[in-house]
């Protein structure tokens, strides 16, 4: 995987002194793109080391993590089974059929048995059930996914140092379910900052991100989390898609709707009212995600009319 980490000019770093880069791993596949490659790669050479010949996890009917599951299984010569939260009639979105094509078995469960996807009796039955099968946490965010991302973070160090000739001071990343940022500060170097935007209001974050760093004799000191759910998960208002489509023309770079957007407006709002000092050199992970737009069109049409979802769609990743 080739990482690219490029400079980011935008009207609101102002006279703020700070530089900001993104590392973009959204242009590493089409589809299968982002933090997911990264949490995902560790558990494939898992399965394929310990005789798995599959691959089960589980997630919402327009999970990111399902779709790259299922593309990643089939490039490796694996199955896959999706655990899906919600009614057989998701089964027509694009996301679902993408994983479909791909191979993967799709099972619908209802909401509330979707909550036992923890518990060690029902992970037990799935086991019995599907013998062969590797059973990854929601989200892809085992032990192995924190090895996958402290080896995202040294190559955003190693492209960084390559392009702009210094290490960026500060890290930056939207977080759900805390292994990404966790797997960032394993990574990271001893005197950088990682920063993880809550989009999630999720009072566990916190203590289960230093838990997966813990448990690989690393130290959280460096580690900030921040809230961006502005408005709650997977919900995104006039305000946001108007950041969106203004980023968009000013950087050329096309964010995700539930992610990196959140992310990014998080911390430009610390930029402005001024929360680092001048000088600071940060990097924002574009953790991909993109492919979830194309659920979404309606309701980008619905908030500010058809020209701005074609101005969006231009830019969505071809399969």
Not at 178 to 198: D, E, F, M, P, R
Not at 204 to 222: C, M, P, T
């Amino acid at each position: 995987m080739i990482l690219l980490v490029q400079k980011v000019q935008h009207s609101l770093l102002g006279k703020s002194g700070i530089s900001l880069s993104m590392a973009r791993a959204d242009l590493i596949h089409p589809l299968a793109s982002g933090n997911k490659i990264y949490k995902l790669m560790p558990n494939i050479e898992f399965a394929k080391t310990n005789g798995y010949s599959e691959l089960l996890s589980f997630g919402g009917a327009f999970s990111n993590h399902i779709h790259a599951l299922a593309l990643m299984a089939k490039k490796h010569h694996l199955k896959s089974i999706g655990i899906i939260r919600g009614e057989e009639a998701y089964r027509t979105n694009p996301t679902l059929q993408d994983a479909e094509k791909a191979g993967m078995h799709l099972e619908f469960i209802s909401r509330q048995d979707y909550k036992r996807r923890n518990d060690e009796s029902y992970l037990q039955e799935l086991q019995q059930q599907y013998p062969k099968a590797l059973i990854i946490p929601e989200g892809g965010s085992s032990q192995y996914a924190i090895k996958g991302c402290a080896q995202l973070a040294k190559e955003i160090n190693e492209a960084y140092e390559k392009n702009i000739k210094r290490r960026s001071d500060v890290i930056t990343v939207a977080c759900g379910t805390g292994a990404t940022v966790a797997g960032l500060v394993c990574g990271a170097s001893k005197n950088q900052t990682v920063i993880g935007y809550a989009v999630l209001r999720d009072k566990s974050l916190q203590k289960r991100v230093e838990d997966f760093i813990h448990a690989e004799n690393e130290s959280y000191k460096n580690l900030r989390i921040e809230s961006a759910a502005y408005g709650g998960y997977a919900k995104f208002d006039e305000t946001q898609l108007d950041f969106i489509l203004d980023w968009l023309e000013q950087t050329g770079i096309l964010l995700d709707p539930i992610y990196t957007s959140k992310m990014c407006m998080g911390l430009m709002q610390q930029i402005e009212s001024g929360k680092f000092e001048a000088g600071t050199s940060i990097t924002m992970v574009h953790s991909g995600g993109l492919q979830g737009w194309r659920g979404m069109k309606l309701r980008v049409v619905k908030l500010m009319g058809a020209e701005k979802w074609q101005k969006i769609e231009k830019h969505l990743p071809k399969g």
